[in-house]
């Protein structure tokens, strides 16, 4: 499977729709460099953590490794930085602030800091309000969604380990004798 086939695959997975902004960043090969200690470029140290705890709600650990695993928080923090819009970007860094006054409203303390159930509870209500909500453009969490499938399926570790990345399908043979009695069809003509 290639990159192509990877995001024809996610975007089956988002209901055939990604954003012009997220395909841009695919094309142009935004990857995460897969440190343990990498710097966010766009998010502060504690929304990379949030960001993080979201996608690995999103993508848990099961057989598979979960988001984080794969480094996912990082692709996010570069996509934004490098390809969203800035309206794109206000309407995701706003989605993630409303998130966090709501967990902290709730159970007073951070998204990061809450246990997996309360998570989730939070992140159900967040994708109810905005399924209801039909506003200008995708709501923070539909894009935190997207961004940590596109971020997970385009992976690496994700193509070759988990969806078994093939570059070359079938064997290739360059230069192969065919002999005086083969007949080769070309568009349906016999030569």
Known sequence: MDRR?????????????????AITGIMQGCQPTGTLDWEPLFFS??????????????LPATDT?????VFVPEFIDLMLQEVYTSAEQNRFTTGLKALEAESREKHQRS????????QIALLTDLEAAASSNAGSGKPFILMM?????LGYFTSDKIMQE?????????????????????VVSVDNNIF
Not at 5 to 21: F, N, P, Y
Not at 65 to 69: E, K, L, R
């Open 111 to 118: 998204f990061s800091e809450c246990s997996n159930t309360e």
């Open 162 to 182: 988990v969806l078994s990345y093939n570059p070359v399908p079938g064997k290739y043979e360059g230069c192969v004798d065919i002999g005086p009695d083969a």
């Open 65 to 69: 490794p979960s988001a984080t695993d």
């Open 145 to 149: 969604k997207e961004l940590t499938l």
């Open 5 to 21: 086939e990877a995001i024809k695959r996610t975007s089956l997975l988002l209901g055939g729709a990604l954003s012009a902004s």
């Open 45 to 58: 140290t504690e929304e990379a953590r949030e960001i993080a705890s979201i996608a690995d709600c999103i």
